[in-house]
């Protein structure tokens, strides 16, 4: 079924409209280091201000446990966004408080509001359904809409993002719309060759999707902590580096059946092995069968694919038609473990086709080594959310907008 897009809610001049985005993004002392989520939240902000309608932004930051914690506070959002719009933000310092009433009674038409962290209150990840509705509830008093925007969360079975679209008339925003067209394409008769290049440090993030998208691609490339549970699942020592033991068994299955499959499983040739996990750390390059033999022995740990890998993953990716990138290649927060993410990620720019970045940490990822948006054709806001819905699994935010 179609998703119920902004359209649907009529005329929304004068009314109050409360929209759920995914604001979660990362701070350093108190400073948003990567601003993506909330620069692709702006159409949907924009379309409903110029409505004239009064806007009430709602988000999570983090993951508090449940009670207002100053580090999680999304009030260098609201500055950042009255920046962004040009124009004033009230901010409100609690969720369904006394201040959040005051702040959205001396909303006008055409003003933006936006409430504190709403993992604040309990009762947003609450486990029991009556107790989201709960929330549900008192966030929709006073509301007459619901627009759903937050695709980082569409995954999650939260107060705001699930029971709140069923309190209300609710539907899609713009950044979910873009987000599901995208993907769409990627699920639907995505032009092949179709290749996945998955990184990052665990396996178990990943199994999910690795065992859904094995019998549609053509390529699937592994790279960043987990390819070690792959190299041990094929013999190989891998030292100190990161392992999933519990997981080698799997990860076998997943080798046997790219093979029956004819799916091209291109695993690094060469690592980078360190002395230790740190910037400054001694390192070389060794092939991947070979990291117990690197000059730190047992204590070796592979920080990154070494550049015969990244020139063969390039050329995969360049090679393809549709390519989907979730997850770095090795720890590219540290110059001398950043090469093989730079290569995969300046491949991704020059594939002739579609190719799509996955999540909010790669896409931090990508801007940190100097990337612009617009280099790639799309980077998605959800880093989980995207891998379910390739996954094909159940998301409770985008059922509740008739998806
Ligand atoms: C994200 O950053 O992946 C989204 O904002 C969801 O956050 P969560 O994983 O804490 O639910
Ligand atoms: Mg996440």
């Known amino acids: 079924m179609a998703i119920r897009t902004l359209d649907t809610l009529g005329d929304l001049a004068g009314r109050t409209v409360l929209i759920r985005c995914d604001f979660n993004v990362p701070l350093q002392d108190g400073e948003i280091t990567d601003e993506g ?5 702006l159409p949907t902000l924009r379309a409903l201000l110029e409505q004239g309608a009064r806007v009430v932004a709602i988000s999570h930051l983090g993951r508090p446990k449940g009670a207002p ?3 999680y506070s999304l009030a260098p959002v609201a500055r950042r966004l009255e920046e962004l719009l040009g124009s004033p933000v009230a901010f409100a310092a609690d969720t369904v408080g006394e201040d959040a009433q005051r702040v959205r009674i001396a909303l006008q038409d055409g003003q933006l509001a936006l409430l504190e962290n709403l993992r604040f209150d309990p009762r947003e990840t609450s486990k029991d359904a009556a107790e989201r509705a709960a929330l549900a509830a008192e966030l929709a008093t006073g509301a007459d809409a619901f627009v759903s925007d937050g695709f980082g969360v569409v995954h999650r079975e939260q107060a705001s993002v699930f029971e709140l679209a069923q309190a209300l008339p609710s539907a899609a925003g713009l950044l979910v719309e873009r987000e599901l067209d995208v993907l769409s394409r990627l699920t639907e008769s995505p032009e092949r060759p179709y290749a996945v290049v998955l990184g990052g440090s665990k396996v178990s993030d990943k199994l999910g999707v690795i065992e859904h998208l094995l019998p ?3 390529r699937l490339l592994i790279g960043g902590g987990m390819l070690f549970t792959f190299l041990a699942a ?8 990161l392992l999933e033991e519990e997981q080698l068994e799997r990860v076998r299955g997943y080798i046997a059946q790219a093979e029956e499959l004819g799916v091209e499983l291109l695993l690094p040739t060469d690592v980078v092995v360190a002395e230790s996990f740190a910037a400054d ?3 070389e390059t060794v092939a991947s069968d070979a990291i117990e033999q690197s000059r ?3 204590s070796g740990i592979g920080l990154d694919i070494g550049p015969d890998s990244a020139a063969a993953f390039a050329d995969a990716i360049r090679g393809a038609r549709t390519v989907f990138w979730n997850g770095p290649m090795g720890v590219f927060e540290m110059e001398a473990f950043a090469a093989g993410t730079k290569a995969v990620a300046q491949a991704l720019t020059e594939v002739d086709g579609l190719a799509v970045v996955g999540g909010g940490d790669s896409a931090a990822a990508v801007r940190q080594l100097g990337f612009a948006d617009d280099d790639f054709g799309h980077i998605s806001t959800g880093g989980g959310a995207s891998l379910e819905f390739l996954e094909g699994a159940r ?3 985008l059922e509740a907008l008739g998806w």
């Not at 989520?37 to 939240?41: F, L």
């Not at 094929?234 to 580096?241: K, N």
């Open 216 to 218: 549609r691609v053509d």
């Open 234 to 241: 094929q013999g190989h020592g891998v030292a100190a580096s």
């Open 37 to 41: 989520r909330i620069v692709a939240s």
């Open 395 to 397: 998301l409770p935010g």
């Open 296 to 298: 730190f022995g047992a």
């Open 281 to 283: 750390a001694a390192h």
């Open 69 to 71: 914690e100053a580090k």
